[in-house]
């Protein structure tokens, strides 16, 4: 499962261009605040919508990164575990070779054809999608530019 997202940063480059300031490394430091976020956002997700506390996998492989491709940052948020498509978007489940699934279920064999997974319950997607339709990623992206910014003024100023 994947989410990518582009930040649209074309007015910040001329401001910034314009003071003569190196602006890819502050772009990139703006992505991340924002994806880094989204990405704990899906991680606390999970277990509020019933999974399990054991089931570390599906919150230790949700990942995101961010990187510069030609003049753009990209920022992805991606879980990689085989689980979280199944909890995500549901899915039924037949035996490849054999006509049954075959389960121990206190102490018995029970053998059926398929096993249908219902979906909706990871909320991977309903809960970045709120996310980034909020405010939020917009703040925190200019929280650190205003940050970046001091740090290179007061760079200027003692200079």
């Known amino acids: 499962m994947n989410l990518s997202i582009e930040a649209d940063v074309k007015e910040v480059y001329k401001d910034l261009n314009a003071t003569k300031i190196q602006t890819p490394s502050i772009n990139k430091k703006m992505v991340n605040s924002a994806v880094s976020r989204g990405r704990t956002r899906t991680r606390q997700a999970t277990y509020k919508n019933g999974i399990k506390k054991d089931s570390g996998d599906l919150r230790k492989k949700t990942i995101s990164k961010v990187f510069r491709q030609c003049s753009d940052i990209l920022g992805y948020i991606v879980n990689r575990s085989i689980q979280a498509s199944n909890l995500e978007f549901g899915n039924t489940i037949t035996s490849k070779k054999k006509p049954y699934l075959t389960f121990v279920i206190n102490g018995q ?22 996310y980034f339709a909020s405010n939020e990623p917009m703040q925190r992206m200019e929280k650190v530019l205003i940050r970046e910014l001091n740090k290179i003024w007061g760079k200027l100023e003692n200079a």
Request: hydrophobic share 40%.
């Open 109 to 130: 064999f029970i053998k059926v054809k398929s096993v249908t997974i219902p979906g909706g319950r990871l909320g991977f997607f309903s809960t970045l999608n709120n």
